[in-house]
């Protein structure tokens, strides 16, 4: 089944017939809130609200294991995680849907894996690419039948937050190839590799990051906000897509 983690600007789905929500516990807290479970176009999906339904948990206190150990628990085995992106690349936009396929991770005191010692053996796994490939290509194919324009790759880099970067972190991640900056993406990716979940994201270019383009004086969070209603309507309509696509292919199995 699929799992949509939705973020900022997406603690529902518009297009989700609500079936049931329930509250789930796991070895590791709470998750950020119920889960909701519903269709889309017929076919089951669970989705959470990663900052909650209320947007009241940041970036570093979302509880990223019990979110994924939640989703895994209740039968997820594919996963599209949606984040607001600020853009470095210059061929990024406001607007625009991205599918990363690297990431570089800035964030610190995470609860970064489900292996913390005591009795577990530590496990250091692949994370060479650390998308499953099925999933974003999934997604690239639905974005093409839906005929949504979504940028294929690039570097996320992941910073702590709660605060945007200054203009010298921005000109530091751009040497370093970041092409967009969020603060989410991690430890969420490599947990849903540890769960061994297919697991992609989904990038919406939200602003152009610190001290670039019309951010080059500040980010304008007005726009922001007026971009998030925007790009987020894509997204529903991608994964919208994305759910018909697999049942269609149920249908032809
Ligand atoms: N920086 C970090 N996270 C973000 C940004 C940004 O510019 N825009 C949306 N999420």
């Not at 650390?130 to 290509?137: L, S, T």
């Not at 990051?209 to 004086?217: D, L, T």
């Amino acid at each position: 089944m699929l799992g949509i983690i939705g973020g900022t600007g997406l603690t529902q789905l518009a297009n989700l017939e609500i079936t049931h929500r329930q509250v789930a516990r796991t070895p590791y807290g709470e998750p950020s809130g119920a889960l909701t479970f519903g269709r889309i176009c017929g076919q089951e999906v669970i989705f959470l609200a990663r900052h909650g339904y209320g947007h009241t948990i940041p970036p570093h206190n979302v509880n990223y294991r019990a979110n994924l150990w939640a989703l895994k628990d209740h039968g997820v085995d594919r996963v599209v995680s949606v984040a607001t992106v600020g853009a470095i690349h210059p061929g990024l936009l406001p607007g625009m849907l991205v599918i990363p396929s690297q990431i570089i991770d800035y964030t610190h005191g995470r609860e970064a894996t489900y292996f913390v010692g005591g009795d577990k053996p530590v496990v250091h796994l692949d994370f060479t690419l650390p998308y499953c490939e099925a999933m974003r290509a999934a997604l690239l194919e639905a974005a093409a039948s839906a005929g949504i324009t979504l940028r294929d790759g690039g570097v996320y880099g992941v910073t702590q937050g709660p605060r945007l970067e200054t203009a010298a972190e921005i000109n530091r991640m751009e040497r370093d190839g970041v092409d967009m900056v969020g603060m989410t993406g991690m430890p969420e990716a490599y947990l849903a590799r540890e769960l061994e979940l297919c697991y992609a994201a989904v990038g919406a270019v939200v602003n152009q990051a610190a001290g670039r383009g019309r951010s080059a004086e500040g980010i304008q969070m007005g726009e922001v906000q007026a971009m998030l209603g925007e790009v987020m309507l894509q997204v529903r309509r991608l994964i919208e897509q994305l759910v018909t696509d697999d049942a269609t292919a149920q249908s032809k199995a």
